[in-house]
């Protein structure tokens, strides 16, 4: 088995666990699936710059270098995705305190808008 194969496996392991979790109808298990999804390009950006060996990570006079671009690319992604994730995580949040319901359309299943609930039982 090639570490090519492995890469390409566990990327798409966690892009289908990431598309899963997406499609749930909470709003905890979008906001994970989106960090899911977040890492996996992450990670794919990251495999794409290729594992240089014997290569300089700045230039040199001599030999060969390797490209920083991916590094970059991927630091400023992570970057990005915390602060998006806090800020779905502040919307999940303000969604749930204003509908009363972690569902993502602000309706549970089963309960009919505008009538009360039946929590004497």
Do not use: C, K
Request: charged content about 15%; hydrophobic content about 50%; aromatic content about 8%.
């Amino acid at each position: 088995m090639s570490l090519e194969f492995l890469v390409a496996s566990g990327i798409g392991a966690v892009t289908a666990t990431g598309i899963y979790l997406v499609l749930r109808g909470r709003t905890w298990p979008v906001v994970l699936g989106m960090s899911l999804l977040g890492y996996a390009v992450n990670v794919f950006i990251f495999a794409m710059g290729r594992l240089w060996q014997d290569a300089a990570p700045i230039l040199t006079a001599t030999g060969r270098v390797a490209d920083p671009l991916p590094q970059a690319l991927v630091l400023t992604a992570i970057v990005i995705g915390f602060a998006t994730t806090g800020f779905v995580i502040e919307l999940a949040l303000r969604s749930r305190h204003e509908s009363d319901s972690d569902h993502v359309d602000g309706h549970e299943p089963g309960h009919r808008p505008g009538h009360a609930r039946d929590d004497t039982a």
